[in-house]
């Protein structure tokens, strides 16, 4: 089937992702002339941090940002997402067709994905990421009568306590994994970011904040409802009682796309970029959390350098040099202070489901000493998720490589993938001579 013209695309800088990173890049890149296209997966902007919904309020700050999509040489697709790459195009897929897109440079703003780690009933109803939770919450999960255990580490556990609480939820407990000493020591450098000291302020429990505790299980009911978690607290065993358990552990770069286009990560996983933001790949620039988990403040000093350097505008992208040093300060003091204790990972009961997609079990895996091996012989990672979620999780607890990902990069349906890669006339016959047993 032809291509139409109405379905291939072309500009000067394409972006993808419209959280914080991809906001600001798009707006660099329209101060420097170019003509732009921001696609994003989900159906409204913002991301995660600026999550559009029915009973959530943005910030001045992020409806600021969001402004540029009503600019004249800007070209916006949401609910969008990247299936294929090629040199200098993309195509990407909508619920209801599929377009060409060929530009001359490409930012890469994916941003992050929930780290989730197993523990004895991780997967049962009730059970979601801390991320997943919020982002329920301002797409208008009702949280009346709900009351909510808020599990793992990092300040993200504290901005879903407070999404909760908005949402007319009772957190009865938020367990942070990291030791008292280290989060005393965090609070007193906090200083030298007083917005990021205030909003801590802000947003601290005065109670039922659980230090240096980790999630040990869940009880449910035998009807098979969540009923209560059993943390590990001051080196004894104790139980709260709730109807949700939300549990997150930092986030993951999302850096699938990139390395669809063949760029580099570094040795902490993350995409690997120059002072402009630039990746190993001449073309492609990426930023946001894909690059580096750092919040919004980070992602928005690094969207505005991507895309003033894609524009060629280096005098301006060098304007926003000193605030990127100031918040890479910033994350990495995050990541010192909420850094994960081994014992998480590497004291879990051996029936531990690790695929919840295929059933698959922690002792049916201690045989096999890699990610394909496993896979072939247990299906791990054959599900609906095709591994994402597993196979980070066996990074972390087996230290495998996570595989490599592949075309389509996001679900598709046979219509599409039939019109991106149609048979030529007679390759079927060849196809034919090939392999007898298919005919």
């Known amino acids: 089937m032809a291509t139409s013209s109405s379905t291939v695309l072309h500009c000067d800088v394409l972006v993808v992702g419209a959280g914080p990173a991809g906001l600001a890049s798009a707006q660099a890149a329209l101060q420097g002339r170019q003509i732009v296209i921001l696609l994003d997966d989900n159906p409204r902007a913002g ?4 999550r559009q919904g029915p009973f959530h309020a943005l910030p001045p700050i992020a409806k600021h940002y969001l402004s540029v999509l009503s600019e004249d040489t800007l070209t916006y697709l949401p609910g969008c997402k990247v299936i294929t790459v090629d040199s200098q195009c993309v195509t990407v897929a909508t619920a209801s067709q599929y377009r060409i897109i060929h530009y001359q440079r490409i930012i890469l703003c994916t941003g992050a994905k929930e780290k989730l780690l197993p523990f004895p009933g991780w997967t049962l109803p009730g059970v979601t990421g801390a991320g997943g939770l919020q982002a329920l ?17 990092g300040p993200l556990l504290l901005a879903v306590a407070e999404t909760v609480n908005k949402a007319g939820g009772n957190v009865v407990g938020i367990i942070e994994q990291a030791p008292l000493y280290r989060l005393v020591a965090f609070g007193l450098r906090l200083i030298r970011w ?11 429990p005065l109670k039922n904040y659980y230090k240096n505790s980790i999630v040990l299980g869940v009880e449910t009911s035998i009807a098979g409802k969540l009923t209560g978690v059993y943390i590990r607290h001051k080196g004894r065993k ?4 709730c109807t949700r358990l939300a549990c997150g552990f930092g986030l993951r770069p999302n850096t699938e796309l990139a390395q669809l286009f063949g760029c580099l990560l570094d040795e902490q996983g993350n995409i690997q970029v120059d002072t402009w933001q630039q990746t190993t790949i001449p073309s492609v620039y990426a930023a946001g959390e894909c690059t ?15 895309g003033f350097a894609a524009s060629d505008e280096y005098a301006l992208a060098e304007a926003w040099q000193q605030k990127r040093i100031k918040w890479r300060r910033f994350t990495a003091a995050v990541a010192q202070t909420f850094k994960l204790n081994e014992e998480i990972t590497q004291s879990l009961p051996p029936d531990t489901l690790i695929c919840r997609c295929e059933d698959v079990s922690l002792k049916e895996l201690e045989s096999f000493q890699n990610w394909h091996s496993a896979k072939m012989a247990t299906r791990c990672g054959m599900g609906a998720c095709q591994g994402k979620i597993c196979s980070a999780i ?23 993938l039939a019109e991106e890669f149609p048979f030529q006339e007679g390759q079927e016959a060849e196809l034919g001579k090939e392999n007898p047993s298919r005919r």
């Not at 991301?47 to 600026?50: D, H, K, R, S």
């Not at 007083?194 to 601290?204: N, S």
């Not at 580096?292 to 991507?306: K, N």
């Not at 066996?394 to 599409?416: C, N, Y």
């Open 292 to 306: 580096g988990i750092g919040g919004s403040e980070l992602a928005l000093c690094e969207g505005f350098i991507a």
């Open 194 to 204: 007083p917005e990021k000291l205030r909003q801590a302020i802000t947003l601290m």
């Open 47 to 50: 991301g995660q941090i600026w």
């Open 238 to 241: 104790q139980k709260l009682s």
């Open 137 to 153: 919450i301002k797409n208008g999960l009702p949280m009346t009568d709900e009351h909510v255990v808020i599990a793992g580490s």
């Open 394 to 416: 066996l990074h972390d607890i087996k230290h495998w490589a996570i595989p490599s990902p592949r075309i389509p990069l996001s679900p598709v349906s046979l219509e599409t």
